[in-house]
């Protein structure tokens, strides 16, 4: 599809565990952001990448997360030894570069057991 | 501290009239301006952005206004109809150009 894909839709995990969230931005889109949506909340910054260079990971809430974009294209977030307050939704976006307007996935819906 | 404030957190309107939904801001080194809109179980869409250097953006039925004094921007949908029901979230992005803050988002709902 041309939209920004995430998978998968839905994790259950046990506390404990990592988990890895997939993100395919939209073709040609060098920036790629990720965020972490509480219930009620709006999107939380979480990390930028402008192609394979991760540019700011400063709303990495620990060194628990860790995100990749090796080619530039498709991306991961990690969670390591997760937690139950990593559980939220998690957004991936794409954009075309500096101060475009940002294309969002459906997101993953993470819950930690 | 929350950069992006959206002070209503539901918002009804009868169909066919004005819907209004507010956004303020802290920093006025903010210097793009969106709003977004989102269903239940998908991500925000983009629905329409203003830059800094302007007051007013027009897309159909949808105008943004933006009070830089006043660090506030606002949402107009006229008319409004059943399907503009959604959430919508305003969001502001960083003069480094890297970084959206969001606010917690609006409910609107409009009454066929």
């Known amino acids: 599809g041309a939209g920004v894909s995430q998978s998968p839709r839905y994790k259950v995990a046990k506390r404990g565990q990592d988990v890895a969230l997939r993100c395919d931005p939209i073709?040609?889109?060098?920036?790629l952001f990720w965020y972490q949506q509480a219930l009620g909340q709006g999107p939380e910054f979480l990390t930028y990448?402008?192609?394979?260079?991760?540019?700011?990971k400063s709303g990495l809430p620990s060194d628990r997360f860790f995100a990749e974009r090796p080619e530039g294209s498709v991306s991961t977030l990690k969670i390591q030894r997760t937690q139950q307050e990593d559980s939220a939704v998690y957004l991936c976006?794409?954009?075309?570069?500096?101060?475009?307007?940002?294309?969002f996935g459906d997101g993953t819906r993470l819950s930690i057991l | 501290d929350q950069q992006v404030k959206q002070n209503s957190p539901s918002l009804s309107v009868q169909e066919g009239r004005i819907s209004i939904l507010n956004c303020d801001y802290t920093n006025s080194m903010f210097d793009y301006f969106l709003w977004y809109k989102k269903y239940p179980a998908e991500g925000p869409t983009f629905l329409i952005s203003i830059s800094s250097i302007k007051d007013k953006n027009e897309d159909g039925r949808f105008t943004v206004f933006l009070n830089k004094s006043a660090k506030h921007l606002s949402l107009h949908i006229v008319p409004s109809q059943p399907g503009d029901s959604a959430v919508y979230f305003c969001?502001?992005?960083?003069?480094?150009?890297?970084?959206?803050?969001f606010g917690t988002g609006t409910s609107l709902t409009v009454i066929p």
């Open positions: 969001a502001v992005l960083t003069n480094t150009g890297n970084q959206f803050y």
């Open positions: 990448f402008q192609n394979e260079a991760q540019l700011d």
């Open positions: 073709s040609g889109h060098v920036s």
């Open positions: 976006a794409s954009s075309s570069g500096f101060n475009q307007p940002q294309h």
